[in-house]
């Protein structure tokens, strides 16, 4: 009897490798599925980052490289000055059209597609909790089993240790492999619903993008409509000006040949009146300085003319630099969102049959477990006979631990790739910090420009004024002299006059152009702050990034850990179940046990006690 008690803590483990070959590689399997399924959304998220962002920096550099190009061609483009007004306004609206509507519609596919990625992990998250709610289950089953094991097997007598492997079918794998079954099949069942309900929100979301284009569509082509009345009004503008312009050079015209009739008139009074020749001569001599004296005014207002115009060119030329650096950088702006937008939603198209895939790879599994669950029953049921299938076990459990550990190395493998792919990114988010530090240079520099327009306009208004006075003093002064000269001169400084105020509308004119180009820099500034704040965006999902990368190498530990445990138990299994099974051939055969301490007890008492406790049972 104390026999039968030494070796019963021996044949303990026996029912409990069973249990373990019934459920343990299907929890095994299951939880090792969900870790490579949230590993592969982690990989893929990372990948489509790091193609959006090596996509945008390099739109970014060959953009940079046509910088200068684009703005040589802008301004060899400046002589045709009307033409260009036109288009560059009509390319403005339509580029500011285009800017509006992919920017609402980069936004509103950057909202679906977050919120199906939060929907996704989520469902994930779901279904590894009840992994692991099934995990905890089988353990705490896995330990009452043994225990209730151990209490029979503790009995004093063989009788108790038949009873005991009788009881073990109700923790058979038979009927906890059915149920593991039924388990498996509606997880699959349920992934399969999952995956048609993305089917069908994937249906819907086409067909509301489809008719957000067409609205939008139908936006463009009303605002296409506005812009084409908008320019019609502005050449009626320009044409009405022109008849303007052609209207005052007539009237200059006439002034001109009046004062050449004039000049005759007063040759042929010249001639007529010789007794007054003393007198004409001095008024010829006062008319010839006054004449020089007009010569010298008209070339001063030329040269300030030309002075004019000059500046005009130069204000004309920074609002074309200005224009092409605010186009550029809506441009940069469009096209990183475009991308952003497109490379994550065709990635997470392509990313979907992948869960079909791990449905049927769980559906094949589950059943290999099942032939597995049958042939371990079978095992189980003829230990008494064969150890040797048991070492044939033990090998399979070490190559399955084996593959196990590989499948961990390329987990690894793959972690390592990921934190490549990371400094990749920081190194793309610095040259976007050196990119958006170039913009704001120049932003900078057009500021100054705008700044230098300003000193030359008011040096201009400066001149303006004193020409005025200028005129004033010489229309006084010719008053005084002579009466019919007074009349020369007052045309001459009418003529003058309504100069000036043309020249005071350009100059107005120019003013408001540069407040317009002060409010596309505060709109520039604007955009470089939005910049900003998608560079703050970026690197909170990075750091986001980096947690769950941190958090699954945790996990990873773990896993590694228990996989060790595990294989330390299966060792410690096999030994034992090793010499179970020779003391119980021993017992069976010999009628005697390994650890006969027990001296004074014959082989025929033995045999005898043998004899009684079979007929017993």
Known sequence: MERGSRASPSA????????????????????????????????????????T????????????????????????LNAKQKEGLVERLESARRELSKTKIWHSLSVSLAVKTMSRQIALIQLLRGILRRHMAAWKLWLVRRKRAKSFARRCLERRHVRNVRSCF????????????????????????????????????????????????RSLQLEDERQQQDLREEVERLE?????????????????????????????????????????????????????ETEARMEAVKEDSDERSSYIKNLEREVNDARVREIALKRRLRELERKDQDVTALGLYIDKVEGIPGLQKEAKEMKRRAVTLELEVDRHKKEVEALTVRADAA?????????????????????????ARIERELKKKDDALQEMEKDREYFKYRVDEVRQELDITLAKVDRLERDLDTEKQRANFFQ??????????????????????????????????????????????????????????????????????????????????????????????????????????????MQTRY???????????????????????????
């Open 12 to 51: 303990s483990p026996a029912p409990a490798s069973a249990i373990e070959d019934g459920a343990n590689p299907q929890q095994q399997v299951i939880v090792s599925l969900g870790e490579l399924k949230s590993l592969e959304d982690e990989v893929i998220a990372l990948r489509s980052n790091n193609q």
């Open 53 to 76: 962002l090596e996509r945008s920096l390099e739109a970014e550099q060959k953009n940079s490289g046509n910088l200068a190009e684009f703005i040589d061609t802008l301004i060899a």
């Open 166 to 213: 009788e009881s073990w079918k109700a923790f058979a794998p038979e009927s906890r492999g059915k149920r593991m079954r039924s388990k498996l099949e509606k997880q699959t069942e349920k992934l399969e619903g999952a995956l048609r309900d993305k089917e069908r929100n994937l249906l819907k979301l086409k067909e509301e993008t489809a008719e957000d284009l």
């Open 236 to 288: 009626g503008k320009l044409f009405e000006v022109e008849g303007v312009i052609n209207d005052k050079e007539k009237e200059i015209l006439d002034l001109r040949k009046e004062r050449k009739k004039f000049i005759l008139s007063t040759a042929q009074l010249d001639n007529e009146i010789a007794s007054l020749k003393g007198k004409m001569e001095e008024m010829q001599k006062e008319k010839g």
């Open 391 to 415: 070492e044939r076990k033990a090998e399979r459990r070490s190559v399955r631990i084996d593959s196990l550990m590989k499948e961990k190395e390329e987990v690894e493998t793959e972690y």
């Open 476 to 585: 006084g002064e010719l008053l005084e002299k002579d009466k019919g000269l007074a009349a020369i001169v007052r045309e001459a400084c009418a003529g003058r006059d309504s100069e000036l105020e043309r020249k005071d509308i350009m100059v107005k004119e120019m003013k408001y152009d540069i407040e317009e180009k002060d409010r596309a820099i505060a709109r520039l500034e604007l955009d470089v702050d939005d910049l900003a704040e998608k560079k703050k965006m970026l690197e909170k999902e990075n750091n986001v990034l980096r947690e769950g990368f941190d958090q699954l190498k945790m996990e990873l530990d773990r896993k590694r850990r228990e996989v060790e445990e595990e294989r330390d138990r299966q060792r410690y299994f096999l030994a034992v179940l090793g010499v179970f099974l020779f003391s119980y051939v």
């Open 591 to 617: 009628g005697c046990w390994i650890d006969d301490s027990e001296k004074n007890i014959t082989r025929r008492r033995k045999r005898r006690w043998y004899r009684t406790s079979l007929s017993q049972t």
